[in-house]
């Protein structure tokens, strides 16, 4: 019995990696012996540095900067096996979490830090930079990423603009000049699990900027800024930037590093399973199990659920998803060859609960899942 187990992590709750020891216990209460391969996955966001410095034999580096705030940080980043490729998580310097509910402003959070992370890795000597977007605080358009490496953003009277997305507004003049003039012998790479174009109802701001502490009207005010932030961005550049694909992730700084380093953004599961090898792994499986914090429509869109669902669909291994809760749209997962959707709260209970008891919950229902797998003659053949 092989059973590939391949979670994200459950948000503000457990690492991918606790998910995965989690939901093998479970399993082995059922099967003893099961060979249960662990490789707890990311989407470019949080764990990622974790998953691929694991799989390559890389070194993790701390880093203090400007948190979303203007706050200083202690921030994370890695230089892979290669000793070539530095791995920034954009959200290691302003992500959500760094932050208190009480502290969410996206008007006025900058991705600065960023910028500060991307400067260290150049002072390193690498040649290509793996930039992973995903749970930001901000919706400035990564344009504090680009003030620290050295851009000017100015206003009217010529004056330096403020951090944050609302500021956006006023800006006159994008100054590209002054740039870390290395940025130009990197490739810069871009991991992004959302598709999602910079500006408009299915852009940055309308989607993502409630989550970040936005009101309404901040909503309103952040999507105009956005809108002349994509205008600005295309006259210094050349290239119009705002309606592709991916523009609007982590508060737009998909567009930034789209326009400016001239970024490739690809599916960050696709990095971390390459790095993972993971069709390997799936060589002989019975059966995989991912999972995360909440299952819903958008887990269909480059999410970690949906990169394993396609390649354990091609391999013929039947899947099954695990998760904390059940989001609208999550019916989406069945035609990519998700086998099963089991939440795993047991009864009513309140955030902070769901969230204590995520670890117990997961080993509770991978064990009934392989209770009922194993009643139906599992053990001795597929879940077919």
């Known amino acids: 019995m092989k059973i590939v187990i391949c979670p994200d992590s459950f948000k503000e709750s457990l690492p991918a990696s606790a998910a995965a020891q989690a939901i093998a216990e479970g399993v082995r209460e059922v ?13 470019g966001g949080e764990g990622t540095l974790d998953a691929l410095v694991s799989a390559t034999g890389g070194q993790l580096l701390t880093r203090q900067v400007q948190g979303p705030l203007g706050q200083p940080t202690l921030a994370r980043f890695a230089v892979l096996g290669d000793g070539k490729t530095a791995l920034i998580e954009m959200a290691e310097a302003a992500g959500l979490p760094l932050l208190s509910p009480a502290q969410r402003d996206p008007l006025r959070t900058s991705t600065y830090g960023v910028g500060e992370l991307m400067a260290a890795a150049l002072d390193l000597g690498v040649t290509r930079i793996l930039l992973g977007l995903g749970g930001s605080a901000t919706q400035d358009g990564g344009a504090g990423m680009l003030q620290a490496l050295g851009a000017r953003l100015l206003d009217a009277q010529g004056q330096p603009l403020p951090p944050g997305g609302a500021a956006l507004r006023q800006l006159a003049r994008l100054q590209l000049d002054g740039l870390d003039p290395r940025l130009a012998r ?49 006259q210094a550049t050349g290239r119009q930037v705002a309606e592709l694909p991916g523009a609007g992730a982590a508060g737009g700084m998909g567009a930034a590093a789209l326009a400016v380093f001239a970024a490739r953004l690809r599916p960050g599961i696709d990095w971390v399973m390459d790095a993972l090898d993971f069709n390997a792994a799936l060589h002989g499986a019975d059966w995989v199990i991912s999972g995360e914090g909440r299952a819903d429509g958008q887990s269909a869109g480059g999410k970690v659920i949906s990169g394993v669902a396609r390649r354990a669909q091609a391999a013929g291994v039947p899947l099954l998803v695990l998760a904390g809760s059940l989001g609208d749209g999550y019916q989406a997962l069945y035609p990519l060859g998700v086998r099963a959707i089991l939440p795993i709260v ?39």
């Open 346 to 384: 047991p009864g009513p209970v309140s955030l902070a609960q769901a969230l204590d008891g995520a670890a117990e919950n997961l080993r509770r229902t991978a064990r009934m899942a392989a209770a009922v797998w194993a009643s139906a003659g599992g053990a001795h053949g597929r879940l077919d």
């Open 186 to 234: 990197v490739t810069v790479e871009v991991a992004c699990d959302v598709d999602h174009p910079l500006c408009g109802p299915r852009g940055s701001s309308a989607v993502f900027a409630p989550q970040k502490g936005a009101d309404a009207a901040g909503v309103a005010l952040l999507d105009a800024a956005l809108a002349h932030w994509g205008a600005q961005l295309a």
């Open 31 to 43: 099967w003893p012996d099961a060979d249960c391969v662990c490789l707890p996955l990311a989407d």
